[in-house]
């Protein structure tokens, strides 16, 4: 089952770095992964585990409650994502925006993707959750695409 080869491949790294995506999924409750978010978001409440990203994710995920003047999920999302446990909020620096140059030009990502790939790099992540297959030219990081562990469909 794919929530059993999510939780296998979190066991082998202590600090992981998350795409927007990831998110998104989860708060909707998007049927599709809510299994595998699940299975991350209960994986990073252990005190053994760790998680990063970038404060470009927080941007992404309001825009959509800014857009329909949506303040009550603002401040949900908000108060919930950056309290989480272990989960740390990375913002720009001066390394990561010369790394993140670098991974663009290198490999052809875009700038809100290459700062995502640099601040996993720079916190030492050892894997990156995304559902963007773009991330998988990033040789030093472990790429879990969320598609690849979801369970194939029963055929009867």
Known sequence: MGVERLRT??????????????????????????????????????????AV????????????????????????????????????????TLEIAVLAAEIRAIHRLRTP????????LHTNATAFITNDSVFQRISDLDVLILDDFVSAPTRT
């Open 53 to 92: 990203t970038s404060v470009i994710t927080m941007t992404e995920l309001l825009v959509k409650p800014y857009r329909e003047s949506d303040d009550e999920t603002v401040d949900k999302c908000y108060t919930l994502l950056s309290t989480y446990p272990n989960l740390e909020w990375m913002s720009p």
């Open 9 to 50: 491949s979190l066991a082998r790294h202590r600090r992981i770095a998350l795409d927007t995506s990831i998110f998104i999924y989860h708060l909707e409750a998007n049927a599709k992964y809510l299994a595998l978010t699940d299975c991350f978001f209960s994986w990073l409440e252990s005190d053994a585990s760790a």
């Open 113 to 120: 993707d290459a700062l995502q790939a640099a601040t996993a």
